[in-house]
Each structure stands twice: as structure tokens, then as C-alpha cells.
């Protein structure tokens, strides 16, 4: 009987041990709760070319435009910019440069005319998001 009583006082603390383990792992306090929803606003990338008509061999900066609701995010964990020609499956990925106000940049010389895609990855405030867009080269 005596070593009946211990097997079930073993199996007992192990329960309340194992229920306490449970509790403590399902705390949510620390969620991020940014407006009155609960759920974060979402981040959005705008791309914009600079010129807006990009001209064969000649410097052009691409630009991601990283907003949070109405708040411009500089403190974005990663951005990079995916660049591929129609056609082709080769793609160049390029680091941006954080130029602050939310403006993430590179600068780039396209030497063939033609009709390209360009992919911002943006990894920001735990999000990630990757807009793309068409454009063209020009002579």
C-alpha cells in the first residue's frame, strides 16, 4: 500500500507541474497590439523610379516607399530589390540603402532596352511584403 501512495503522490506533482508548464507557456500579454483592433496595421511598399522613364544606359535609383498606416517605417529590419528582364530566369538581387523618411534605395544602369520586373522584399516590424512591378527601358 506505502508504495502505492508514493507512485500517486509522484504522478500528482508531475500533473501540477505539467499544468503549471502549460499555463505559464500560454501568457499572451506581450502580444503587439498597435491599434484599437488588436492586430498590427499592415507595412506597404510604393516603388517608384526616378526618372519615371528609365533610359538605357544611364543611372536610375528605384525606390521603396515603406509606410505603416500613416507613419513612414526607417527602421525596417531588411529590403532588397529583386530585377529580372522579361524572358529571362536570371534575377539580380540588390541591398537597398535606408536614405531615412522610409526611402529605401539602389541605383542602377540598365544596358538593354526592353521590359523588366522589379520585386521589393521588405522585412519590417515582423511583416514581410513583396510588391512587384513592371517597367519598361528605354533608348
Same mark, same amino acid.
Given at each position: ?40 496595421? #499592415? !507595412? @506597404?511598399?510604393? %516603388? ?11 543611372? *536610375? $535609383?528605384? =525606390? ?13 529590419? #531588411? !529590403? @532588397?530589390?529583386? %530585377? ?11 541591398? *537597398? $540603402?535606408? =536614405? ?40
Amino acid at each position: 500500500m506505502f508504495k502505492r501512495e508514493i507512485i500517486m503522490k509522484k504522478f500528482f506533482i508531475g500533473f501540477v507541474v505539467l499544468i503549471g508548464l502549460l499555463a505559464g507557456c500560454s501568457d499572451q500579454s506581450g502580444l503587439n497590439t498597435s491599434n484599437s483592433s488588436g492586430t498590427p496595421q #499592415e !507595412v @506597404k511598399v510604393a %516603388i517608384k523610379f526616378v526618372p519615371e522613364t528609365i533610359p538605357a544606359n544611364q543611372n *536610375a $535609383k528605384i =525606390e521603396a516607399i515603406v509606410t505603416q498606416g500613416k507613419e513612414k517605417v526607417s527602421d525596417a529590419d #531588411e !529590403v @532588397k530589390f529583386e %530585377i529580372w528582364k522579361s524572358g529571362q530566369d536570371k534575377h539580380e538581387m540588390l541591398k *537597398a $540603402k535606408n =536614405e531615412g523618411k522610409g526611402i529605401y534605395s539602389i541605383t542602377k544602369t540598365f544596358k538593354d532596352e526592353g521590359q523588366y520586373y522589379v520585386t521589393a522584399h521588405v522585412t519590417a516590424r515582423d511583416m514581410h511584403t513583396m510588391p512587384n512591378q513592371k517597367f519598361t527601358v528605354e533608348k
